[in-house]
């Protein structure tokens, strides 16, 4: 649900929508698969009056088998107001930890009978930890058509020693994402949402249709751009209960070979929004806009 929470890919959406926002992701992947991927993310960003900005934390994890990889990151967005267009331009920093259960691996050579024993010079059946420093920087533009935003992440390659004679690279990471706004019919909203994610050597593209009409919105997309990235179908609904309080789910139909063997992958999301200006009691200023939901 990227499309709903730009600031989890984006740390120059901190502090855009002028108040408090909470977000709490789970995401599990290809259901039912032993070690399939899971996802658990909670981030909040507000507006830094002060230095003309927003602040935001995230702590994240996923889990892919035997990998597990966990986060935290501090953001900080500086805003330019340029009339009736507004640019952001933020970074993040964090501390990230890559764990590697190595009892969960298997080799071909490799004797599982009584034990475990890899027959690998470097691997082990140990749980290996390393520590890395994460950091990122950011760009996110708005008018009142469109939104955009561009976010580098590891911009160097970064060799972790994870094991006894085991090395582990982090690749850089780029993401950028484009939203449109397209009022359509009597309170009837259409926001089109695409999403690049690349390291440089792969690419994938989620596209997305996403409909709103007062408190409830909805959607349909894909992940993929050609037969070898096409990976699912998506189907997205939810629902905005008050001010403060909505509620977003998403289910992926794989269409790949995985299709056979997979439930597909489901996504739950919790927003919370404090709807008044930080340390004023204020509520904020109303601008009757369905792209606010």
């Known amino acids: 649900m990227k499309a709903l929470n730009l600031f989890q890919s984006n740390p120059a959406f901190a502090g855009v929508s002028d108040q408090l926002n909470v977000f709490a992701i789970y995401r599990s992947q290809w259901q039912d698969h032993i070690g ?21 934390v995230q702590i994240q994890s996923s889990n892919h088998g035997p990998e597990q990889f966990s986060e935290i990151d501090l953001g900080y967005s500086y805003h330019l107001p ?18 590697l259960d190595g009892s969960e691996l298997i080799t071909p050579d490799g004797s599982y009978i009584g034990g475990i024993n890899h027959n690998d010079p470097i691997l082990n059946a ?9 950091y990122s920087i950011s760009a996110f533009y708005a ?10 992440k590891n911009p160097f390659t970064t060799d972790l020693d994870i094991g006894q004679d085991s090395r582990y690279g982090v690749s850089p990471n780029v993401t950028a994402f484009f939203k449109y706004y397209m009022p359509f019919y009597d309170g009837w909203q259409w926001e089109p949402y695409l999403h690049i994610n690349t390291n440089f050597n792969q690419f994938q593209i989620e596209f997305l249709n996403l409909v709103k009409y007062g408190n409830i919105f909805g959607g349909i ?19 905005k209960f008050n001010n403060s309080y909505t509620i977003s789910y998403s289910f992926d139909v794989s269409v790949n070979k995985l299709r056979t063997t997979s439930d597909g992958s489901h996504e739950i999301m919790f927003r919370y929004d404090l709807n008044r200006e930080v340390n004023t009691g204020r509520p904020p200023k109303t601008i009757y806009n369905p792209r606010n939901l």
């Open 143 to 152: 008018n009142d058509l469109f939104d955009a935003g561009l976010t580098i």
């Open 82 to 99: 340029l009339g009736t267009q507004f640019l952001s331009i933020g970074a993040s920093v964090g501390l990230a930890q890559l764990t």
């Open 221 to 239: 997309g894909s992940r993929g751009y050609s037969s070898n990235s096409f990976e699912s179908l998506i189907f997205l609904g939810g629902l």
């Open 126 to 134: 140990l749980l290996n930890r390393s520590f890395y420093i994460n």
């Open 36 to 56: 399939s991927p899971k996802q658990f993310a909670v981030n909040a960003s507000l507006p830094f009056y002060k230095f003309n900005g927003g602040l935001g």
